[in-house]
């Protein structure tokens, strides 16, 4: 029956579901606020990896640069001190300026750089055409070239440069055939020398070319080459107005994943290049572990990282000024 009580314990029940309906509206609200989509947890974690492992400890390095070296555990100085009831703040900045006083790291790091471009021009030279025919092969044919260019990753890295030691010794196996057929008479000095460190990086890093190279050249419209035929152009005038200006980007990227590492390598200089070879990698292993100096050694690796943004900064430039035309 339709009383007044019952009207009421209607409107009594009416009012509690509009509440828990708004009570959970707005909970809904918060946690949309406050706990992240799928989309922001999906970008975080990658973000997350890189603020744990490279962020992190490039602020701990970054920190024991402004330090000061001393004898004990841990082999520097803190920049914040207490004493006497005061607050002691000393950031040391002289490690920086014998960097550019000191003809040692100077010549290191010019010669870092002189042999990362060689060798990345080597792999350009050499992975470009590698490239090429990977990608204008028939399909069932790149899978196994592109496994071919990417087994020896299945080896360790140690081992593989281990390996080339054997090949360019004066009594090794390259020496030995190529003596053999006759080419040479006396063995090639590549052992213990910048020509043996030359071999290593670009053995060690031409998929790094090949790879980001293949994925641009792959998915090129080939009928704009057959425009070009059909228009007059000569084979090697069509690669150059069309194939290589189509594959830029993947020229930068490779040149990049080729050149950073190879800037600070210290494995391969340090097996197969000689007491001369000067690079970065090997002078901080040398100031870190041998001096432990690890103040000198970390503003050696803040300048090397500070140098290295530069490429990635023109990549960054080119990549938006590209989007921007598109």
């Known amino acids: 029956m339709n009383t007044p009580a019952n009207r009421a314990i209607a409107a009594n029940e009416t009012s509690r ?13 918060f946690a949309a606020r406050m706990l992240p989509s799928g989309r922001h947890a ?6 997350l990896w890189l603020i744990v492992f490279f962020a992190l400890p490039f602020v701990l390095v970054l ?5 000061d070296l001393r004898l004990g555990i841990p082999p520097y100085t803190d920049l914040v001190t207490l004493r006497d009831g005061m607050v002691h703040f000393a950031m040391q900045l002289s490690h920086y300026a014998f960097l550019l006083q000191d003809d040692l790291y100077i010549a290191t790091y010019i010669s870092s750089l002189k042999m990362a471009v060689i060798s990345t021009l080597l792999c350009l030279v050499i992975g470009y055409p590698i490239s090429y025919y990977i990608a204008r092969s028939a399909p069932a044919t790149r899978n196994l070239l592109m496994m071919a260019v990417m087994l020896p990753f299945w080896t360790s890295f140690l081992i593989r440069v281990y390996a080339w030691i054997g090949i360019l010794k004066d009594d090794g196996l390259l020496n030995h055939a190529l003596m053999l057929i006759g080419l040479i008479h006396t063995p090639l000095r590549l052992y213990h020398s910048n020509a043996g460190v030359y071999i290593g990086m670009v053995y060690s890093y031409l998929p790094f070319m090949v790879m980001p190279l293949y994925a641009h050249l792959v998915k090129m419209d080939l009928t704009l080459l057959e425009a070009a035929y059909d228009l007059g152009a000569k084979p090697w005038v069509a690669f150059r107005r069309i194939t290589l200006p189509l594959s830029k980007n993947g020229i930068i990227a490779g040149s990049l994943l080729v050149f950073i590492p190879a800037v600070g390598e210290y494995v391969i200089p340090e097996l197969l290049g000689g007491s001369d070879t000067l690079m970065l990698g090997r002078v901080m292993w040398d100031e870190f572990f041998n001096n432990m100096d690890w103040p000198m050694a970390s503003a050696v690796t803040v300048a090397m990282v500070v140098l290295l943004l530069l490429p990635m900064a023109v990549f960054q430039y080119y990549q938006v000024k590209e989007m921007e035309e598109a």
């Open 63 to 67: 920190k024991i640069s402004f330090a």
């Open 17 to 29: 579901r509009v509440g828990r309906a708004g009570l959970a509206a707005t909970l809904r609200r």
């Open 42 to 47: 999906v970008i975080g974690i990658p973000f």
